[in-house]
């Protein structure tokens, strides 16, 4: 397997998965503005998207979208137990991994173009709101769905990206990032993207 990455990208979420799972996975760096991967490879032929991540199975076939991603990568070490695969537990999964998809990860793109304050405003105003939805998820428990899972590593993202814009994520919120980067594969993921433990 092969992931394409861009450092702090969502595609951070699969490289840790990675990282937890033990998986043999060879990992390509792509240059978003030239769409152009490390070893030279045009990335628009891998993912017409354009977007990381994108997975390159052993068999050639590529699976994009990071939920998507993440859960293969989770069914191919079941003994690492990071998707639950029946009962509540799993459709609880799934919920949280497309809360974070379609209401944390989607709702930070106007932010990524530098709005003006009329734009820039009511987008982080929504994602606090959004933020404070996902503290209600986490409650008292240690990770999302109780045991560690994928959805943590996904969420570990986007409560970096809201570090990096500014998004109030509340007390809560903040214990369980710190949480999430005490953990020997986040910090070697982070380590291997060149990103600070912040």
């Known amino acids: 397997m092969r992931l394409f990455y861009a450092p702090g990208a969502c595609s951070l979420a699969p490289h840790i998965v990675i990282r937890e799972t033990g998986l043999n996975a060879a990992l390509e760096r792509v240059d978003m503005a030239t769409k152009r991967t490390e070893t030279g490879r045009d990335y628009l032929r ?15 076939e590529v699976l994009t979208e990071a939920q998507v991603v993440l859960q293969y990568l989770a069914a191919q070490a079941p003994a690492a137990h990071l998707a639950p695969v029946e009962g509540m537990a799993h459709w609880r999964l799934l919920e949280t991994l497309n809360f974070i998809a379609t209401e ?17 405003e009511p987008t982080v105003k929504t994602l606090a709101n959004r933020f404070a939805l996902l503290s209600g998820k986490l409650g008292d428990k240690p990770y999302l769905i109780g045991d560690y899972s994928i959805a943590d590593a996904y969420a570990l993202v986007t409560l970096r990206w809201a570090r990096h814009f500014e998004v109030d994520i509340g007390q809560n ?17 982070f380590a291997e993207e060149g990103l600070p433990l912040t």
């Open 104 to 120: 944390l990860h989607k709702g930070f793109g106007p932010l990524w173009h530098s709005p003006a304050s009329e734009t820039r």
């Open 173 to 189: 919120l903040e214990f369980y990032r710190q949480r999430l980067l005490e953990r020997a594969a986040v910090r070697q993921a």
């Open 46 to 60: 891998i993912n017409p998207q354009g977007a990381v991540p994108a997975l390159e199975l052993d068999h050639g």
